[in-house]
């Protein structure tokens, strides 16, 4: 599993409380390729607190608290 803080004042370095460092790190991460070389394409990549695999998954609900 790889995560990035993404608060702010959580953050153990100044460069994270700059946002063009956080997205760049986020989109500098090929989750897709991660996948298949650590899990052999078994995982489905969580884009928000709530993995779409869950029951309760709601893409709508995801993309508003994420």
């Known amino acids: ?3 990035f803080q993404r608060r702010p ?3 153990s370095t ?4 700059d946002l063009r460092v ?8 090929d989750v897709d390729m991660l ?3 650590l899990q052999a394409g078994r995982t ?3 884009t ?3 993995p ?3 029951t309760y998954y709601s893409e709508s609900v995801n993309k508003s608290i994420s």
């Open 14 to 17: 100044q460069a994270f409380m």
């Open 1 to 3: 599993m790889v995560q």
């Open 44 to 46: 489905t990549a969580a």
């Open 48 to 50: 928000g607190p709530i």
């Open 9 to 11: 004042e959580y953050a």
């Open 35 to 37: 996948n298949e070389a």
């Open 22 to 29: 956080r997205q760049g790190l986020h989109l500098g991460v």
């Open 52 to 54: 779409p695999t869950a």
